[in-house]
T-cell receptor, first 116, second 115 residues
Framework: AQTVTQSQPEMSVQEAETVTLSCTYD???????LFWYKQPPSRQMILVIRQEAYKQQNATENRFSVNFQKAAKSFSLKISDSQLGDTAMYFCAFITYATGNTPLVFGKGTRLSVIA | DAGVTQSPTHLIKTRGQQVTLRCSPK?????VSWYQQALGQGPQFIFQYYEEEERQRGNFPDRFSGHQFPNYSSELNVNALLLGDSALYLC??????????????FGEGSWLTVV
């Protein structure tokens, strides 16, 4: 079975501080991509950051970075210099590409609140 | 360039009724996937359409059906609605040949409430 576990249902962080959201996943495939999506109250899923499993280097996108531990099947998201606009649901997800365009497998999400 | 558009935004239906949700993919995309997101949960994959055929299907009953048109737009139909079908229904479009997930775009979803 392919699963994603996000063990933190809710988190909060002070503005300008750093926060880390946890994610573990399970798949028997060796080739896959990992994602963090942000879902604000507008409900649209917005891609935050993407990691290729065959790359050891951790992905970074401005204030967002990941800690990818393939052996442990762990994929955490670090948000630096948190801003009020970062308040949203965050979902960890992956796709495998053994057979082409496979569907995303999502976790249950972490609700992040950034406090002024 | 319009992104993924979904309609309607909100709707309320009665148990036992049928509903149709619509999705127009991002320009240039050929694949449409539908997800169900219950309150407080992550999205769950319903099915995926490519070249007007259902290509993959998640663990959903036959009450859930779909269609893709020649212009790549898609419909999700749910028959015999249950209270448990109340959820946000998300449409995602992509390119089939892109297995990296780099071209996946989501719409804003359709909120379905079954009473």
């Amino acid at each position: 079975a392919q699963t994603v576990t996000q063990s933190q249902p809710e988190m909060s962080v002070q503005e300008a501080e750093t926060v880390t959201l946890s994610c573990t996943y399970d798949t028997s495939e060796n080739n896959y991509y990992l994602f963090w999506y942000k879902q604000p109250p507008s409900r649209q899923m917005i891609l935050v950051i993407r990691q290729e499993a065959y790359k050891q280097q951790n992905a970074t996108e401005n204030r967002f970075s990941v800690n990818f531990q393939k052996a442990a099947k762990s994929f955490s998201l670090k948000i630096s210099d948190s801003q009020l606009g970062d308040t949203a649901m965050y979902f960890c997800a992956f796709i495998t590409y053994a057979t082409g365009n496979t569907p995303l497998v999502f976790g249950k999400g972490t609700r992040l609140s950034v406090i002024a | 360039d319009a992104g993924v558009t979904q309609s309607p935004t909100h709707l309320i239906k009665t148990r036992g009724q049928q509903v149709t949700l619509r999705c127009s993919p991002k320009s240039g995309h050929d694949t449409v996937s539908w997800y169900q997101q219950a309150l407080g949960q992550g999205p769950q994959f319903i099915f995926q359409y490519y070249e007007e055929e259902e290509r993959q299907r998640g663990n959903f009953p036959d009450r859930f059906s779909g269609h893709q048109f020649p212009n790549y737009s898609s419909e999700l139909n749910v028959n015999a609605l249950l209270l448990g079908d109340s959820a946000l229904y998300l449409c995602a479009s992509s390119l089939l040949l892109d297995s990296s997930g780099n071209t996946i775009y989501f719409g804003e979803g359709s909120w379905l409430t079954v009473v």
